[in-house]
């Protein structure tokens, strides 16, 4: 295909010097017929005709040589964009392997990738165990928890009744005590009047034995001044 597109330029010269060539043996034909037709009567109208004829020729030599030129630029453009279509094929080719490369390095990394998710979902399911595990242990702690904290709460309502019981007590105790020591004072006080009235019996038993002795000696008396 690349060599097709070199020979272009080369076809192309050949085809209009081809071209040229029949041009001008058409033209030198239409030259002879012109002559031929006119004979030497009509030499003005010849030399008419051979002057359009050179005009035209003239005319066909510059659209030749335009076309020459033409072929010359488009020859230096197609060598150019040879050149061009060279560098972005090579380029086609790098990003072909850079393509090509990069698609490996995706794999790699997907292939990586799906390792990792699968270890990652491994990690994900041991936590999930791991989470329910301990979320069991959390419920079985407050389930304990629970109870003790009903145990607790019977100890401190018997604690609660055992100090009432104790604060009934202790006030049944002041009262008995209050009770005691005004009982106390009490026998304190009868002792005390108890001890004052003995003195006084005692008192009159001695006053009634000096009476009767007094009674006794004075009988005596009497009897003996009968």
Known sequence: ???????????????????????????????????????????????????????????????????????????????????????LRTQVTNLTNDKNQTQGTITSLQSQLTSKNGEIQQKIVELQQKDSQIQQKIDEGKQKEAVKQAEVDANNKEIATLNQKINDITNEKNTLQAQYDDSQR?????????????????????????????????????????
């Not at 034909?29 to 031929?36: H, I, N, P, R, T």
């Not at 030499?43 to 008419?48: F, H, Q, W, Y």
């Not at 510059?62 to 630029?73: A, G, P, V």
């Open 1 to 87: 295909m690349k060599k097709t597109v070199k020979n272009k330029p080369l076809i192309t010269v050949v085809a209009i010097l081809l071209l040229s060539t029949f041009t001008l043996f058409s033209l030198k034909s239409v030259a002879d017929k012109v002559v031929l037709w006119g004979g030497e009567e009509n030499v003005e109208k010849i030399n008419n005709n051979l002057d359009q004829l050179d005009t035209m020729l003239n005319s066909k030599e510059k659209r030749s040589t335009d076309l020459e030129t033409q072929l010359n630029q488009r020859s230096g453009q197609l060598s150019q964009s040879e050149t061009e279509l060279i560098n």
């Open 186 to 226: 009490k026998l304190v006080d009868a002792a005390n009047q108890i001890t004052s009235l003995q003195d006084y019996v005692k008192k009159l038993e001695k006053a009634k034995k000096d009476a009767a002795s007094v009674m006794a000696k004075s009988d005596k008396i009497i009897e003996q001044h009968k």
